[in-house]
């Protein structure tokens, strides 16, 4: 993947995954075949901002992008045929379709909401409907195309009104499953629940010190999560008038500003990311995390400044998450055929770390280590090593890890992200036995089948 990528989407009533960025181009992937490219949408005019799927009767793909403009491509065989476009007052950086109300709402940097319905547009529908949120603004600027302007005589999406909700660039915006009220955020560091019917304002909510850039709803568990610059992502109760709750991993925080959040679906689990690669697995119910993972391990250090995650996605089907930065990454949810044991194979071993308060089990070629408090996973190792583990030990600082296997290798990981430190003279046979002595002179002892 290109570093230009800025933010993938995946919609999962089209199983499709659509990437944004500075090329100006679109790119259609496939996540059942490999990520295989279905399509590549012809340039826009500007940087790529956002994309939404209207489903059945619609199958429509929106984007909007730099140069003012919203463009509704045919996603029927995959064809991508321009079906419409529009030219508005301002780039717009977040798409939601309402299926429930048949509307297409679309935010723009300047804070405004703009409201889209399906039909033949009024001889009138290039002025904003009259609306106690209407606001007055300059006329669009005007753009050299390739394709011909859409003059009204055709059904398509319209503009029907535009209200200003915030005051500065509006990041995300997320419906509630009833469809009744739009939770959006934005750089002016605000979360506002609106209501679609009355079209008010019903709370707004003041956490965050700094902008927000995306909000989730947890269903199951009615609670709204929103991350913005600061480190921690913040947790909001419905219906209850409580600062909120900061999800922060004391171990191991987030150190840099966070890319997004989301809720998986049928679950307490909730995901959060910031631009340097670290993802986080949170509980809900106890505001734990659970597991922490990293996008690029052993990056040497000019990489590592350089380097910037852009964007994540979650896709519920294959319970997959999607990660966008130098590479596209897949990280896929590990689930034991048997919920009620460690591991679908036998345990080789089980080590206490007293250090970080932490269990390690190996089992086959991989390696979990596990929160002696929580007893949830925080780490896996997974085909650490070439074969079968068969010998484990730690350090006396307990930062070290020494595997021992069945083809005679021994080799070093570093115990906090696995990575390979170095290896030892190779066995002929399987490696039966480690043990590590603090003693003068720090030594490994193996014992082999040899």
């Not at 259609?28 to 939404?52: C, F, R, Y």
């Not at 034991?336 to 089990?361: K, S, V």
Request: hydrophobic share 35%; charged share 25%; with cysteine.
């Amino acid at each position: 993947m290109e570093d230009s990528i800025k933010k993938i989407c995946y919609f999962g009533d089209w199983d499709r995954i659509v990437t944004c960025g500075k090329t100006k181009k679109c790119k259609i992937l496939d996540p059942e075949n490999d990520m295989q490219t279905i399509a590549v949408l012809p340039d826009h005019e500007g940087t790529i901002l956002n994309s939404e799927y209207l489903p059945d009767p619609y199958n429509l793909l929106v984007t909007s992008s730099a140069d003012l403009c919203i463009r509704f491509w045919n996603t029927v065989d995959d064809e991508f045929q321009l079906t419409h476009h529009e030219q508005l007052d301002a780039s717009q950086t977040a798409l939601k379709f309402c299926d429930k109300k048949d509307v297409l709402f679309t935010a723009s940097r300047t804070g405004h909401i703009t409201t889209w319905k399906y039909g033949y547009p009024p001889d009138d529908s290039s002025k904003k409907k009259s609306s106690p949120f209407t606001n007055k603004v300059a006329n669009p600027r005007k753009f050299n195309f390739n394709f011909p302007l859409d003059n009204g005589t055709r059904e398509s999406f319209y503009r029907q009104k535009t209200f200003q909700l915030h005051e500065d660039v509006i990041s995300d915006m997320i419906l509630m499953p009833k469809g009744e009220r739009m939770i959006t955020c934005s750089l002016d560091s605000k979360i506002k629940i609106f209501d679609i019917e009355k079209e008010k304002v019903r709370n707004v909510l003041t956490g965050h010190k700094q902008g927000v850039f995306a909000v989730t709803w947890s269903s199951d568990y009615h609670f709204l999560v929103s991350a913005g610059f600061e480190h921690e992502a913040l947790v909001w109760i419905a219906n209850v008038e409580t600062a909120p709750f900061k999800l922060r991993d004391q171990k191991k925080p987030h150190q840099h500003s966070l890319v997004n959040v989301l809720a998986v679906p049928n679950s307490p689990q909730v995901i959060t990311a910031d631009h340097k690669g670290m993802i986080k697995i949170w509980d809900i119910r106890t505001f734990q995390c659970m597991q922490t993972m990293y996008t690029e391990n052993n990056l040497p250090k000019n990489d590592y400044k350089s380097f910037y995650l852009s964007s994540f996605a979650y896709m519920p089907k294959r319970k997959q998450i999607v990660t966008a930065g130098k590479k596209m990454h897949i990280f896929e949810y590990e689930r034991t055929q048997n919920p009620m044991c460690a591991d679908d194979q036998p345990l080789f071993l089980a080590l206490y770390n007293p250090i970080f308060f932490t269990f390690i089990t190996a089992a086959g070629r991989n390696v979990k280590i596990w929160d002696a408090l929580t007893g949830s996973i925080s780490k896996v190792f997974k085909n650490i090593v070439e074969s079968e583990i068969t010998a484990l030990c730690i350090d006396d600082r307990c930062r070290k890890l020494f595997i021992g296997t069945h083809k005679g290798s021994i080799m070093c990981f570093n115990y906090s992200n696995g990575a390979f430190v170095k290896s030892f003279v190779k066995h002929d046979a399987e490696v039966s036995g480690l043990m590590y002595t603090d003693e003068e002179m720090k030594l490994i002892i193996s014992t082999s089948w040899d």
